[in-house]
């Protein structure tokens, strides 16, 4: 059965910084992963979509990278505004058609 | 363009009443997802359907039933509401569908579901 852990599950750094968001999974057999930005109340943000052949994707400030073997992705955001404040939650699909599944996200804040 | 489109925004129903949602996919997109969302959760995947058909469904009960439409469209309906049925329901849609690998997922805005 599938796994998908994020650590930390909430981090606060000031304005600048660059975010490290980490995704762990159990089972490598994915197709692919993504990365949603969610705000409060508020539905999903595609951010970036890597499929299972790939090493990383860019997106301007945002460049995630996927390892299938070691079961790991990280979302690097660079240079952080108080506007990337949100939860950011990956997602794994693989075994089940159409199914994604999350992690319980990495709560956000970026302070001014 | 329109992006995925779900009705209604907020509800609130008491126990053992039904519900239905609703959701209009990305024009063009044939795939439409269904996810509930409990408070300080991910989302959990409920169904998938493609070209009209079901594709995929998780371990959801069934009180839980969903239906494509031939606009692509789709309603998902809870019939015996429980007060865990309490959640953000969101709706997904992708161009492909049916298959393993159905790509990027574009999410709507949800349905929060109140359930007393």
């Known amino acids: 059965k599938q796994e998908v852990t994020q650590i930390p599950a909430a981090l606060s750094v000031p304005e600048g910084e660059n975010l490290v968001l980490n995704c762990s999974f159990t089972?490598?057999?994915?197709?692919?992963l993504q990365w949603f930005r969610q705000d409060p109340g508020k539905g999903l943000t595609s951010l970036l979509l890597?499929?299972?052949?790939?090493r990383e994707q860019t997106s301007g400030r945002l460049n995630a990278s996927l390892d299938k073997s070691s079961g790991r992705s990280t979302l690097y955001i660079a240079a952080s505004q108080p506007g990337d404040s949100a939860t950011y939650l990956c997602a794994v699909e693989g075994g089940s058609w159409g199914k994604l599944q999350f992690g319980a996200g990495t709560q956000v804040v970026v302070t001014p | 363009d329109a992006g995925v489109t779900q009705s209604p925004t907020h509800l609130i129903k008491t126990r053992g009443q039904h519900v239905t949602l609703r959701c209009s996919p990305i024009?063009?997109?044939?795939?439409v997802s269904w996810y509930q969302q409990v408070l300080g959760q991910g989302p959990q995947f409920i169904f998938q359907y493609y070209e009209k058909e079901e594709r995929g469904r998780g371990n959801f009960p069934d009180r839980f039933s969903a239906r494509q439409f031939p606009n692509y469209s789709s309603e998902l309906n809870v019939n015996a509401l429980l007060l865990g049925d309490s959640a953000l329901y969101l709706c997904?849609?992708?161009?492909?569908?049916?298959?393993?690998?159905?790509?990027?997922?574009?999410f709507g805005e949800g349905s929060r579901l109140t359930v007393l």
């Open positions: 024009s063009g997109h044939k795939s």
């Open positions: 997904a849609s992708s161009l492909v569908g049916g298959a393993f690998n159905t790509g990027e997922l574009f």
């Open positions: 089972d490598s057999a994915i197709y692919n």
């Open positions: 890597i499929q299972s052949s790939q």
